[in-house]
């Protein structure tokens, strides 16, 4: 079984393209850095477009605090944090099948 991570958040309108590629060309190499993550990708809902969920799936949940733990996390978040319309909600899951 893996372990999920998911942010969820709308951005500023005129701030998504920047949001977009801040994301992926920094904080996607960096999640996928660590050892134990299997994947990290930036969703914007269609119908939507200020609605994203930021996902990172890692091999254990051990993997994803000692990635939060590094103070990794924080940074990227920090990254992004000039789009954001409103606070960020993160949950948790275990997933199945992805790895």
Do not use: C
């Not at 998911?6 to 850095?33: D, H």
């Not at 103070?71 to 899951?93: E, N, S």
């Amino acid at each position: 079984m893996t372990f999920a991570r998911i942010g969820q958040f709308k951005a500023l309108p005129e701030k998504t393209e920047e949001l977009k590629r801040v994301y992926e060309a920094e904080a996607i190499p960096a999640i996928r850095w660590p050892a134990g993550n299997i994947s990290a990708v930036l969703l914007q809902q269609h119908d939507a477009s200020v609605s994203f969920l930021a996902i990172a799936v890692w091999k254990t949940e051990q993997d994803a605090r000692t990635y939060d733990q590094s103070g990794q996390a924080a940074k990227m978040v920090d990254k992004i944090r000039f789009a954001f319309a409103g606070p960020p909600v993160l949950t948790t899951y275990d997933a199945f099948g992805a790895a």
